[in-house]
């Protein structure tokens, strides 16, 4: 099994940046990916951002290109997202996901309001 627990969400004004970061219970170079989805109120939890186990492989959600980036450290068992350039509409409850031996695990999600 593999536990994640994400942190770093918060209040933040748009235009601003936040780093999120989620913090995996095992060695993470033995999971096959990590990611990052979203839950807006009202809406369905969509895909932000993944990357590979090797961390050179990386996929976007439109919305996401050029404002966000993942990356991954294995040394801390740790994966990060930066998000710059915050809009209104990224508000939501971000979740971390590892992806090991064809099983998800989710963590609890951390919420992130853009807002002035």
């Known amino acids: 099994q593999v536990q994640v627990v994400e942190s770093g969400g918060g209040l933040v004004q748009p235009g601003g940046s936040l780093r999120l970061s989620c913090a995996a219970s095992r060695s993470i170079s033995s999971i096959a990916a990590m990611g990052w989805y979203r839950q807006a109120p009202g809406k369905q939890r969509e895909l932000v951002a993944v990357i590979s186990s090797t961390g050179d492989i990386t996929t976007y959600a439109d919305s996401a290109k050029g404002r966000f980036t993942i990356s991954r450290d294995n040394a801390k068992n740790t994966v990060y997202l930066q998000m710059n350039s915050l809009k209104p509409e990224d508000t939501a409850v971000y979740y971390c996901?590892?992806?090991?031996?064809?099983?998800?695990?989710w963590g609890q999600g951390t919420q992130v309001t853009v807002s002035s």
């Open positions: 996901t590892a992806h090991r031996l064809g099983i998800v695990y």
